[in-house]
T-cell receptor, first 113, second 113 residues
Framework: GAGVSQSPRYKVAKRGQDVALRCDPI?????LFWYQQALGQGPEFLTY????????KSGLPSDRFFAERPEGSVSTLKIQRTQQEDSAVYLC???????????FGPGTRLLVL | GENVEQHPSTLSVQEGDSAVIKCTYS??????FPWYKQELGKRPQLIID?????GEKKDQRIAVTLNKTAKHFSLHITETQPEDSAVYFC????????????FGPGTRLSVLP
């Protein structure tokens, strides 16, 4: 079946601009995760959803970052007033349930100029 | 919180030789340890995982060992091939409301023909 998909694959934003990144998890997957991956580093946890409930947002770096999953499937990560330090690859992952394998999407590469 | 260290950061081996990557973790409550392979510009892909009730797991040329007492786990790749060249990330689960991962910083493996 189809894997995790993300859009856009690439996004260039001017500093101060708002951006929205979309994640389509594997159909039926209950858990959805967002990670931020800086160049040459491992993914860092941002936030986690169980169905539509955002159960952990401890990794969001500031209140400019906001994520939602209103119907328990597609999720959107929004970054307001982007800064240069927000430049990174944003990865989405989904798993069938708690404790199961996480499958990653291809990521959205964000460049803030 | 959980901290995952990974060594070495880079590793070069001759084709056909074995490669070993080691990770340590800090949270004794972690119970799931996946390994991901990430090729340049692509998504992380799960290659093998191990749970805390098992000491070793093998899948063809890839094996993972876990020492819960010492809180370390290792990836072993035998008979390496050029297509094994990639960045490898270990991860350890942390238990908040789900199964979030803390990733190691990665090991860049180069298999020389």
């Amino acid at each position: 079946g189809a894997g995790v998909s993300q859009s856009p694959r690439y996004k260039v934003a001017k500093r101060g601009q708002d951006v929205a990144l979309r994640c389509d998890p594997i159909s039926g997957h209950v858990s959805l995760f967002w990670y931020q991956q800086a160049l040459g580093q491992g993914p860092e946890f941002l936030t986690y959803f169980q169905n539509e409930a955002q159960l952990d947002k401890s990794g969001l770096p500031s209140d400019r970052f906001f994520a939602e999953r209103p119907e328990g499937s597609v999720s959107t990560l929004k970054i307001q007033r982007t800064q240069q330090e927000d430049s990174a690859v944003y990865l989405c992952a989904s798993s069938a349930s708690i404790g199961e394998t996480q499958y990653f999407g291809p990521g959205t590469r964000l460049l803030v100029l | 919180g959980e901290n995952v260290e990974q060594h070495p950061s880079t590793l070069s081996v001759q084709e056909g030789d074995s490669a070993v990557i080691k990770c340590t973790y800090s949270d004794s409550a972690s119970n799931y340890f996946p390994w991901y392979k990430q090729e340049l510009g692509k998504r992380p892909q799960l290659i093998i995982d191990i749970r805390s009730n098992v000491g070793e797991k093998k899948d063809q040329r890839i094996a993972v060992t876990l020492n819960k007492t010492a809180k370390h786990f290792s990836l072993h790749i035998t008979e390496t091939q050029p297509e094994d060249s990639a960045v490898y990330f270990c991860a350890a689960s942390i238990r908040n409301y789900g199964q979030n991962f803390v990733f190691g910083p990665g090991t860049r493996l180069s298999v020389l023909p």
